[in-house]
C-alpha cells in the first residue's frame, strides 16, 4: 500500500498477526515481515514505526533469532514486545536472564502514565503476561516504567532515541488497556494519522485484481461462509462474468446449508454469478473412512477440495486462476504467517497439495481479520445476515467430529448444531456470541433412557466472544438456555445421551475441536 505504514518484524510467537491487527484497529496500514528481513530492504520502505512481536526464543542463547544494531540507530521509532523487549535490551547492551518467577496469565502491572506509552491509561492496569526470562538490567538511557510484584521491568522507554520495550502483550484483548497502548505507540509516537480505511483496501483490491488476472478466467471455491462469499463478490465485482463460482457440497456442512448456499449463489440469487454445484459426499466419505488424525483429516479435505476443482476446471475449459477466502488466522495457524509455529493445517492453506493444475491462486482477503472481511463485506453491499453469519471451519463437520467421520456421525452433529442455533436464536442470544457450534466428541458412555441402558455419543457444545478469532473466552450462556438444548438433543437425536458445554478459551485451546 503507498501510505504510511507500520512494519512488524516477526520473531515466531503465536500472538504476531494480533499486533498487526490491534495496529489497524488504529486504521494504520501494517504489514509483516520476518525477523530474517534485511534491514536494507525495510529502510526502503520508510515505515513510520517498527514493532518487535514475542516469540519462543531466549534472545541470550545461540542460534535465536535476532537483529542488527543498526536497526535500533534509524531514527524510526521502535517498540518491542515481550521477547521483541527482551531482545531490545540485550542487542543494546542490557542483561536479559532466566526469570526466578516465571508469569502467566492476567497479571496487575503499575505503569507510569507520563510515558507516551500510558498516556490515558490507569496506573494499575492488567496486561497479560508469558514469559519464562525477564529484562534484570535496562540498557543505557532507558528508564524503568512499568513494573509487576515479580517483574521489575515490565516497560522501558528511551525517550531521545524513540525506543520503547513492553515485556506483557498489549496485542491480546486479556490486557485490558493493551489497544490504548498501541494507539498511543502508533498515532501519538510515530506520529500516524489513521488514514487506513476499509474502503480503499476495497478499491485498491478490485483494481489489483483486474491487473493481474486480465482476460483469464477465473474459478472461485465458494462454501457460502463469509470469507469464500466476500472473496466471490469482490472478484465478481472485479472481473463480472470471467468468474465462474464451485461450490463443493462435501457433505460436511451444517443441515440443509448446501441448499441455502444455492439459493443465495445460484441461478434465482440476487448475484449474477456463474455458479456450479458439484455434490461430492460420497467421495469425500470414503476417503475419510477410517482416518482419525486430525491433520490428516485436513489433508484429505484440503486434497479432495483441489481436486474437484481441477476436475470442473476442466469442464469448463482453460482456467488461469483459483479464487479462495483465506485469511489471516488461517495463514497464521497454519504456519505460513512469518515465523510461527503450526497450529494446525486449514485445507486452503497448509492443507492443499503441493502441484495444483493452475496457474495462481488468488487470495483476496488474505491480509484481513474476520472483523475486517465482514467490514469489507458491508463497502461491497453485501446484505448483513450474509455478512455476518456464523463462522464455518472450510473442513466443515470434519473437524467437529473428533475421530473417524462417516454419514452418520454428520447427522448427528448436524441436528445436534440445528437444535443449539435455533435454541440460541429464540434466547436472543445469536447476535451478542461470536461464535457458536455443536460438535460430536469420540467419547461413548454409559447412559439410561426409558428405563433402558443406553451407550451413546457425546455432543460437546461450544460458544465464544471473540473479535480476532485469534484469543477467545467461553461465552456465558444462560444455564436454562443451556439445559433446554440439552434436554432437546437427548430427546431428538438418536445415538446421543449425554452433552457437555466447553469451556475452554483461547489460548490454551483453539476456538475449533480439531
Known amino acids: 500500500m503507498n501510505q504510511e505504514k507500520v512494519i512488524v518484524i516477526d520473531f515466531g510467537g503465536q500472538y504476531n498477526q494480533l499486533v498487526a491487527r490491534r495496529v489497524r484497529e488504529c486504521n494504520v496500514y501494517c504489514e509483516i515481515y520476518s525477523y530474517r528481513t534485511d534491514l536494507e530492504q525495510i529502510k526502503a520502505m520508510n515505515p513510520k514505526g517498527i514493532i518487535l512481536t514475542g516469540g519462543p526464543n531466549s534472545c541470550y542463547e545461540d542460534g535465536a533469532p535476532t537483529y542488527r544494531k543498526e536497526l535500533f540507530e534509524l531514527g524510526i521509532p521502535v517498540l518491542g514486545l515481550c521477547y521483541g523487549a527482551q531482545l531490545m535490551m540485550h542487542v543494546l547492551?542490557?542483561?536479559?536472564?532466566?526469570?526466578?518467577?516465571?508469569?502467566?496469565?492476567?497479571?496487575?502491572?503499575?505503569?507510569?502514565?507520563?510515558?507516551?506509552?500510558?498516556?490515558?491509561?490507569?496506573?494499575?492496569?492488567?496486561?497479560?503476561?508469558?514469559?519464562?526470562?525477564?529484562?534484570?538490567?535496562?540498557?543505557?538511557?532507558?528508564?524503568?516504567v512499568a513494573h509487576t510484584t515479580d517483574c521489575p521491568v515490565a516497560a522501558?522507554?528511551?525517550?531521545?532515541?524513540?525506543?520503547?520495550?513492553?515485556?506483557?502483550?498489549?496485542?491480546?484483548?486479556?490486557?485490558?488497556?493493551?489497544?490504548?497502548?498501541?494507539?498511543?505507540?502508533?498515532?501519538?509516537?510515530?506520529?500516524?494519522?489513521?488514514?487506513?480505511?476499509?474502503?480503499?483496501?476495497?478499491?485498491?483490491?478490485?483494481?489489483?485484481?483486474?491487473?493481474?488476472?486480465?482476460?483469464?478466467?477465473v474459478l472461485c471455491a465458494l462454501s457460502g461462509g463469509v470469507d469464500s462469499s466476500v472473496a466471490a463478490v469482490l472478484l465478481s465485482k472485479a472481473i463480472g462474468n470471467q468468474l465462474t463460482c464451485v461450490f463443493v457440497d462435501h457433505g460436511l456442512l451444517r443441515k440443509d446449508e448446501g441448499d441455502e448456499v444455492e439459493a443465495v449463489f445460484g441461478p434465482e440469487g440476487p448475484y449474477e454469478l456463474n455458479f456450479i454445484r458439484v455434490n461430492a459426499q460420497e467421495r469425500y466419505y470414503k476417503k475419510l473412512a477410517g482416518v482419525t488424525e486430525p491433520e490428516t483429516k485436513r489433508k484429505i479435505i484440503g486434497e479432495e477440495f483441489i481436486r474437484v476443482f481441477e476436475e470442473e476446471a476442466k469442464k469448463i475449459g482453460a482456467v488461469d486462476f483459483l479464487v479462495q477466502g483465506t485469511i489471516y488466522p488461517d495463514v497464521v495457524e497454519s504456519g505460513l504467517g512469518g515465523e510461527s509455529a503450526v497450529i494446525k493445517s486449514h485445507h486452503n492453506v497448509g492443507g492443499l497439495p503441493d502441484c495444483v493444475d493452475f496457474k495462481e491462486i488468488i487470495e483476496p482477503l488474505r491480509d484481513l481479520f474476520k472483523d475486517e472481511v465482514r467490514k469489507a463485506g458491508l463497502e461491497l453491499g453485501i446484505p448483513e445476515n450474509l455478512v455476518f453469519r456464523q463462522p464455518f471451519p472450510g473442513p466443515g463437520l470434519g473437524i467437529r467430529i473428533i475421530g473417524e467421520v462417516n454419514a452418520e456421525k454428520v447427522k448427528i452433529v448436524q441436528e445436534a448444531d440445528a437444535i443449539y442455533r435455533e435454541e440460541i436464536a429464540k434466547a436472543g442470544l445469536d447476535k451478542s456470541i461470536g461464535q457458536y457450534f455443536a460438535a460430536l466428541t469420540n467419547m461413548r458412555s454409559v447412559g439410561v433412557m426409558g428405563d433402558e441402558r443406553t451407550y451413546d455419543y457425546a455432543v460437546a457444545l461450544r460458544a465464544v466472544n471473540t473479535i480476532d478469532f485469534m484469543t477467545a473466552e467461553a461465552a456465558e450462556i444462560p444455564f436454562e438456555v443451556l439445559q433446554k438444548v440439552m434436554s432437546r438433543i437427548i430427546n431428538e437425536v438418536k445415538g446421543v445421551n449425554r452433552v457437555m458445554y466447553d469451556l475452554t478459551s483461547k489460548p490454551p485451546g483453539t476456538i475449533e475441536f480439531e
Open 93 to 144: 547492551g542490557g542483561k536479559v536472564e532466566k526469570a526466578p518467577i516465571r508469569e502467566y496469565g492476567k497479571t496487575e502491572v503499575m505503569v507510569d502514565t507520563t510515558s507516551p506509552l500510558f498516556t490515558d491509561v490507569s496506573e494499575k492496569t492488567i496486561c497479560w503476561m508469558s514469559h519464562f526470562d525477564y529484562i534484570s538490567q535496562v540498557a543505557d538511557g532507558f528508564d524503568i
Open 156 to 217: 522501558a522507554q528511551n525517550l531521545e532515541k524513540n525506543l520503547y520495550a513492553i515485556q506483557f502483550h498489549p496485542e491480546v484483548l486479556h490486557t485490558q488497556e493493551g489497544t490504548r497502548m498501541l494507539h498511543n505507540f502508533v498515532r501519538g509516537v510515530c506520529g500516524c494519522s489513521g488514514s487506513w480505511r476499509m474502503d480503499s483496501f476495497v478499491e485498491q483490491s478490485i483494481q489489483e485484481i483486474r491487473q493481474k488476472v486480465g482476460d483469464g478466467k
